[in-house]
């Protein structure tokens, strides 16, 4: 079990619905240790990547993309999920559907702050369906940018979203996935990764 795994384990609550509450320490109230730490894991993972830009999506994305770009020195870009008066200039679009809020946005993202020099990695602290991070990559691909990699705090590996990402050729790292979770127990049963993906394991 990983370090993100036993948090999840200790402070996370399963809901109806197929809902992880994990706001206690990860998208609302913020456990900055625990997003250092899971920095620090993607740093590893993406060792080899020639990140220069990471990408993320308002709001729950900020905070662990902020933290995390300390350990690659890069800067962070997010996708704001309407237009503000202080955007000028052009802009690369796209829709997504959030799954926790079930409704649709558009996310925008300034052509001044991504373009085809960029070698970007995707943070995000979610990922179901996937369509929220279908709309970031399709940003990326607007921009003529490369993308590096996805890296994910916790997946729903019991929905579509990482299959649907993986089978379309993009390196996804997740740093928990959840396999299966039952609301009535509270039970909640990850995906066994080996020590290389799943980093330091704490017994």
């Known amino acids: 079990m990983n370090f993100l795994e036993k948090r999840i384990r200790e402070d996370g609550i399963v809901k109806e619905g197929n809902v992880l509450k994990v706001d206690s320490f990860l998208n609302h109230q913020m456990d900055i ?7 620090q894991e993607w740093k590893r993972r993406f060792a080899d990547a020639p990140i220069n830009k990471i990408l993320t999506i308002e709001a729950s994305g900020i905070g662990i993309a902020a933290v995390a770009s300390e350990y690659f020195d890069v800067p962070v870009v997010f996708a ?6 202080n955007i000028e200039g052009e802009m690369y679009t796209a829709e997504v559907e959030s799954f926790t809020h079930k409704c649709r946005n558009q996310v925008i993202v300034s052509k001044k702050f991504l373009g085809p020099e960029d070698h970007v990695l995707i943070i995000d602290d979610f990922l179901a369906n996937g369509c929220a991070l279908q709309g970031l990559i399709s940003i990326v691909q607007q921009a003529g940018a490369s993308l590096e990699g996805i890296g ?10 990482g299959r649907v990402i993986r089978n379309l050729g993009y390196r996804l790292e997740s740093l928990a996935i959840v396999e299966s979770m039952d609301a009535q127990t509270g039970e909640i049963v990850f995906r066994e990764q080996d020590e290389n993906q799943a980093g330091e394991k704490i017994l």
Request: proline share 0%.
């Open 33 to 39: 240790r625990l997003f250092k730490q899971m920095g």
């Open 80 to 85: 704001k999920k309407s237009k503000s008066i």
């Open 152 to 161: 994910i705090a916790v997946e729903k590996g019991f929905q579509q979203g």
